[in-house]
């Protein structure tokens, strides 16, 4: 089992920035590709970003890509997301996940999520 708790959450003008963090604890962080999901009211969860076991591979959206970067600190056992030139469309709960294998950008193919923390981008 792994528990994953999402922070760094807020309020922020369009065109700011942002870093989300996302804590794990239970079992060995290092052995978990992550990702990052964003789901806005009225729409289903959709992904914004991952990285594998080690940090060297990582995958975006296409929406998000140039903007969001992902990455992790396997001896703190947290991953982030560094969001910049934040747009009103960004709005959402942001959730994190992980999953005993190789990076994945499908919801299904996760096994753990957190509880999510809101990001709300104000025109």
């Known amino acids: 089992q792994v528990q994953l708790v999402e922070s760094g959450g807020g309020l922020v003008q369009a065109g700011g920035s942002l870093r989300l963090s996302c804590a794990a604890s239970g079992r060995t962080f290092s052995k978990y590709a992550m990702g990052w999901f964003r789901e806005a009211p009225g729409t289903e969860r959709e992904f914004v970003a991952a990285?594998?076991?080690?940090?060297?591979?990582?995958y975006y959206a296409e929406s998000v890509k140039g903007r969001f970067t992902i990455s992790r600190d396997n001896a703190k056992g947290t991953v982030y997301l560094q969001m910049g030139s934040l747009d009103p469309e960004d709005t959402a709960v942001y959730f994190c996940?992980?999953?005993?294998?190789?990076?994945?950008?499908?919801?299904?193919?996760?096994?753990?999520w957190g509880q999510g923390t809101q990001v709300t981008v104000s025109s």
């Open positions: 996940a992980a999953r005993d294998g190789i990076v994945a950008t499908m919801r299904h193919e996760y096994d753990y």
């Open positions: 990285i594998d076991w080690s940090g060297s591979m990582t």
